[in-house]
């Protein structure tokens, strides 16, 4: 069963916010959401995790709804080179249990 | 080094040949984990390290996949009699923590197995 949803596609113009939503409704209290990027032929990448306060780093920033069902994945000036595929990830304490959906495939446009 | 190594980079396999794929985590990395990424997919988990204990391998698809990390450090995840549906890439990740924790992983750039 996929712990999140996501759209599997969206265009985005260069220098503009990409805004990436995630739907996690059955989410419990102890997981937490992880996103990665992976671009065209590389390993995944990892760019931020949190648990319910919103969270910001040099990658990106991530905002958690009160209730935790969803999630926001924030690139403020997006480039080209931030095109990729954009996975959200809901998991527990126990540090094998990162499960991969399909993610968003992101095109940033020029 | 300073990310996580994976070789070769691309292995063309006839079909019924085994296959050995190699794995190098980052230096000290207690966890190394393996997945499987079909074409227009997101990967897939296979197996799961700590230290040299094999403490997950539910994702395993048959028992011609097997992995082993006999010193803690290089993984190898060896199939054996190849099949076509076993075409796809193979990604290693590792990550400091132990069993719980909430590191991220480090990705490998994955070997790409083709199998004809």
């Known amino acids: 069963d996929a712990k999140t949803t996501q759209p599997p596609s969206m265009d985005c113009a260069e220098g503009r916010a990409a805004n990436l939503p995630c739907n996690h409704s059955t989410i419990s209290g102890n997981e937490y959401v992880y996103w990665y990027r992976q671009i065209h032929s590389q390993g995944p990448q990892y760019i931020i995790h949190?648990?319910?306060n919103n969270e910001t780093n040099e990658m990106a920033s991530l905002i958690i709804t009160e209730d935790r069902k969803s999630s926001t994945l924030i690139l403020p000036h997006a480039t080209l080179r931030d095109t990729a595929v954009y996975y959200c990830i809901v998991r527990g304490y126990n540090n094998n249990d990162m499960r991969f959906g399909a993610g968003t495939r992101l095109t940033v446009k020029p | 080094g300073a990310g996580v190594s994976q070789s070769p980079r691309y292995k063309v396999a006839k079909r019924g040949q085994d296959v050995a794929l190699r794995c190098d985590p980052i230096s000290g990395h207690v966890s190394l984990f393996w997945y499987q990424q079909a074409l227009g997919q997101g990967p897939e988990f296979l197996t799961y390290f700590q230290n040299e204990a094999q403490l997950d391998k539910s994702g395993l698809p048959s028992d011609r996949f097997f992995a082993e990390r006999p010193e803690g450090s290089v993984s190898t995840l060896k199939i054996q009699r190849t099949q076509q549906e076993d075409s796809a890439v193979y990604l290693c990740?590792?990550?400091?923590?132990?069993?719980?924790?909430?590191?991220?992983?480090?990705f490998g750039s994955g070997t790409r197995l083709t199998v004809v």
């Open positions: 990740a590792s990550s400091l923590v132990g069993a719980t924790g909430l590191g991220g992983y480090t």
């Open positions: 949190g648990l319910k």
